[in-house]
C-alpha cells in the first residue's frame, strides 16, 4: 500500500487543488481511509464496458462510517471543488461497476456503513445503511429467525438494496420494482443539511418506514439515478414468507412465440393472477446459466441458428423460457395455477415445468431462488458465455404488448448480428411495462470486438431511439446519449435541480448525464 | 507463497474468473421429484473469512460458473491477487469489501482445501 502514483485529476481541477483536498480529507478520515495507490484503486477501476479502465480511474477512493463524516467530506469537496462520486456496495455489473463515471473522481465508498438498523417483523419493513448487502440482510434475517423475504437483483449477494433501489434496479419477487418498494430515505445534501424524506423529518414519527409519501412535494425520486445527494439510510419493505410457493416454468420452442408468450400472461400479470416480475429469457441467456457457448460453437461472430437448434435439443431449454411464482395458501395458490394452466393451454402452446419435475437442475433451481429472494450467482454464467468478461446492459422499456415485444426483439437481434454479436435476451414483466434487457456480450480482452461493442451499443441507443423507446438505465460510458432521449427539457429541469442543489457540482458530476 | 511468475498467473487465470457470494440454498431433492429445501441459519458461518469463503468464492467455484479452486494447491498470493485485481468476468474485491486480514484467511482456506469428492482431477 505504499506505492503513491501521480493522482488522476478530475477534470477542471489542478493538482494543487486536488492534494489539498486530499490532506483534509487525511485529517478528517485518518489516512488509512484515503486510498490513493495503484494497489487500492484498481478493484474500483475494473469495469466491463467497452470503455477502457482508464476513462475510469478513480482519483483516490474514501471511506466514510458515519453522517457526519459524509457531511466533513462534502465540506472539503466544496471548499477545493473536487468532486466525489458515491458508491454503496461498489457492485452494478454492467453498468459501470464502482468505477466513477469520469476519470478522475474521488469514490466515496459507503461500504463500511453497513448497519442493519431496524428490521420490523411485525409491519415487514427495514432501514438499512448503503453498505449492507442483501447477503447480510439474509443472514441477518435468518439468525434472527424472522420469516421476511427480499427480492434482489441476479447477482444478489454481493449487490445491496440501496445502491440497486438508488439506480432503480428491479428484482423477481412480487416487490420486483424495488423503488416501488422503498419508503424513506435519509440524504446529506451538498451544503451538509440532512434530509430525511417521507415522514422522517416529523419529530418522533414512528412512520418513516410504512408511509411513503409524507405531505407536500414527494422528493424521494429525485434521489435515484441522480447527483443531488449523498443516501445514508433507507427504508424498504419486505414480503412476508408465504406459507406456500410454487415456481415453474413455461418453454417454447420457437422465437416467434415471443407474441402469444406476452398476449396470454400480460392480463394475467395486471390481474395479479401471477404476482411477481416474472420473466420471459430466451435460449442464450437460458443455456448461459449451464454451459459456455463454445460446447456448441468454438468460432467468433453470431452463434449459428444450428448452434442454437442443438442447445434446445440438447440441453432442455426453449427458444423462450417462463419463469414466473405463485404465492400464498396452498388453496390460493391451486386456485390460479389452474387460472394460468388453463390460459396457456387455450393459447394452443407452451410446456409447464414444475420443481417437482427440475428438481435440482439449473437453471430451474437459480431460477426458484430468485424468485423467492434467496442468494445466487449462478445468471453470472452469462459472462463466461462468450467469455472476455465484456458486458454491457441494454435495457429498453416495452409496453406489456406481445406485437412490441416481437419488433423490439427483431431490432435489437439485427443490430447486435450486425457487429458479430449474440441477441442475450430476457424481458421482465413489470405492472404494465416489460424491461426488455439484452446483455451485450463482448470479449473485452480483443480490441476489436470491444471496439464493435462500442458502436454496436451505440447503435442500439440511437436506433431504438428514432423509434421512440428509451432504455431505463444505462452504463456510465453512455449516461448523455440516454439522457438525450428523453428531451431537452428534462435535461434542462435536471440541471437546474442539480444548481440549486450542488451548486458547485461536486457530487458524482455526469450521473445520467447531469452536470451544473 | 511469494514471487510467483507472471506465466503462472497467466495459468491461473481460468482457474479464478468468477468469484461472489450466494447464500447455502441448497436442494434436498436430486432430480427425483423430492420438494426444494432451503437452509436456514445454521448455514451461515461464524468465521468471517469461512463466511467469504462459502458464500462468496463457492457462489461461483462450487457451482461450475467459475471453475473449480478446491484441492488445486492454488497459491494463497495467487488468490488474493485475483481477488483484489478480478480478471476478465471476476469481479475485483477492494479492501472495503474484504480487509486484508480476512483475505489473508480467506486465500489460506483456498490454498489448502481439498477438492470434493466428485470433483474431477484437474
Request: hydrophobic residues 40%; glycine residues 10%.
Amino acid at each position: 500500500m505504499t506505492d503513491p502514483i501521480q493522482p488522476t485529476l478530475p477534470q477542471g481541477v489542478s493538482a494543487q487543488q486536488f492534494e489539498a483536498a486530499l490532506g483534509k480529507l487525511r485529517g478528517l478520515l485518518g489516512a488509512d481511509r484515503v486510498l490513493t495507490s495503484n494497489e487500492q484503486l484498481t478493484p474500483y477501476s475494473k469495469v466491463m464496458m467497452s470503455a477502457p479502465d482508464e476513462e475510469h480511474r478513480p482519483g483516490a477512493a474514501i471511506l466514510a462510517r458515519t453522517v457526519e463524516e459524509v457531511q466533513g467530506i462534502l465540506k472539503i469537496c466544496n471548499e477545493h471543488k473536487t468532486p466525489v462520486w458515491p458508491i454503496s456496495t461498489g457492485r452494478n455489473f454492467g453498468y459501470g461497476s464502482a468505477a466513477p463515471g469520469t476519470r478522475g473522481q474521488i469514490v466515496l465508498d459507503l461500504k463500511h456503513m453497513n448497519k442493519i438498523i431496524e428490521v420490523d417483523p411485525v409491519l415487514c419493513t427495514a432501514l438499512v445503511e448503503p453498505g449492507v448487502t442483501y447477503q447480510q440482510l439474509w443472514n441477518y434475517l435468518k439468525e434472527n429467525d424472522i420469516p421476511l423475504w427480499l427480492s434482489c437483483p441476479a447477482p444478489s449477494t454481493i449487490a445491496g438494496p440501496v445502491g440497486n433501489t438508488l439506480d432503480r434496479g428491479v428484482g423477481y419477487t412480487p416487490y420486483g420494482e424495488h423503488f416501488m418498494m422503498q419508503c424513506g430515505m435519509e440524504v446529506v445534501l451538498a451544503d451538509g443539511s440532512v434530509l430525511r424524506t417521507g415522514m422522517g423529518g416529523v419529530e418522533k414519527s414512528n412512520t418513516w418506514q410504512v408511509f411513503k409519501w409524507g405531505y407536500g412535494p414527494y422528493l424521494d425520486g429525485i434521489f435515484t439515478q441522480s447527483n443531488y445527494g449523498v443516501v445514508t439510510k433507507m427504508g424498504l419493505w419486505l414480503m412476508p414468507a408465504p406459507p406456500a410457493y410454487k415456481p415453474f416454468s413455461i418453454r417454447y420452442e420457437s422465437t416467434d412465440d415471443i407474441e402469444l408468450i406476452v398476449e396470454t400472461l400480460r392480463p394475467l400479470r395486471i390481474a395479479g393472477i401471477i404476482p411477481n416480475a416474472f420473466v420471459i429469457a430466451n435460449v442464450m441467456w437460458e443455456a448461459a446459466a449451464i454451459i459456455p457457448r463454445s460446447k456448441y460453437y468454438d468460432g467468433n461472430g453470431v452463434t449459428p441458428a444450428s448452434a442454437l437448434a442443438e442447445i434446445q435439443k440438447n440441453e432442455g431449454v426453449g427458444a423462450w423460457n417462463v419463469y414466473a411464482a405463485l404465492y400464498g395458501t396452498p388453496e390460493q395458490v391451486e386456485v390460479n395455477w389452474n387460472i394460468i394452466t388453463d390460459a396457456v393451454k387455450k393459447s394452443g402452446k407452451g410446456r409447464f415445468i414444475t420443481e417437482e419435475e427440475a428438481g435440482n437442475t439449473e437453471p430451474f433451481k437459480y431460477r426458484a431462488q430468485l424468485m423467492r429472494g434467496d442468494m445466487t450467482l449462478q445468471e453470472f454464467g452469462l459472462y463466461r458465455w462468450r467469455g472476455g468478461g465484456g458486458s454491457m446492459w441494454f435495457a429498453p422499456v416495452s409496453q406489456a404488448k406481445g406485437s412490441e415485444t416481437k419488433a423490439q426483439m427483431e431490432l435489437a437481434e439485427s443490430i447486435l448480428n450486425e457487429y458479430g454479436l449474440d441477441y442475450v435476451g430476457e424481458f421482465i414483466v413489470g405492472m404494465r411495462d416489460m424491461h426488455h434487457v439484452v446483455d451485450v456480450l463482448f470479449d473485452r480482452s480483443d480490441p476489436d470486438e470491444t471496439k464493435a461493442a462500442h458502436e454496436c451499443f451505440g447503435k442500439l441507443l440511437s436506433e431504438f431511439g428514432k423509434r421512440g423507446y428509451a432504455v431505463y438505465r444505462v452504463n456510465t460510458g453512455f449516461m448523455e446519449e440516454a439522457a438525450d432521449l428523453y428531451g431537452p427539457v428534462k435535461r434542462e429541469v435536471d440541471q437546474r435541480l442539480k444548481r440549486a442543489l450542488d451548486p458547485n457540482g461536486i457530487l458524482a458530476p455526469g450521473k445520467s448525464g447531469i452536470f451544473v | 507463497m511469494t514471487g510467483i511468475r507472471p506465466r503462472v498467473l497467466i495459468a491461473l487465470a481460468p482457474a479464478l474468473i468468477l468469484c461472489a457470494c450466494g447464500s447455502k440454498t441448497e436442494s434436498g431433492g436430486g432430480s427425483g421429484g423430492q420438494k426444494v429445501t432451503y437452509l436456514g441459519k445454521e448455514s451461515i458461518p461464524k468465521d468471517a473469512a469461512q463466511m467469504v469463503f462459502e458464500q462468496t468464492c463457492m457462489a461461483c467455484h462450487a457451482t461450475g460458473v467459475g471453475p473449480v479452486i478446491t484441492g488445486r494447491d492454488l497459491p494463497a498470493d495467487a488468490v488474493k491477487l485475483f481477488v483484489r485485481n478480478g480478471n476478465r468476468a471476476m469481479p475485483a474485491f477492494t479492501e472495503a469489501m474484504i480487509d486484508d486480514a480476512t483475505l489473508d484467511r480467506v486465500a489460506q482456506i483456498v490454498a489448502t482445501s481439498k477438492a470434493p469428492a466428485s470433483q474431477p482431477a484437474q
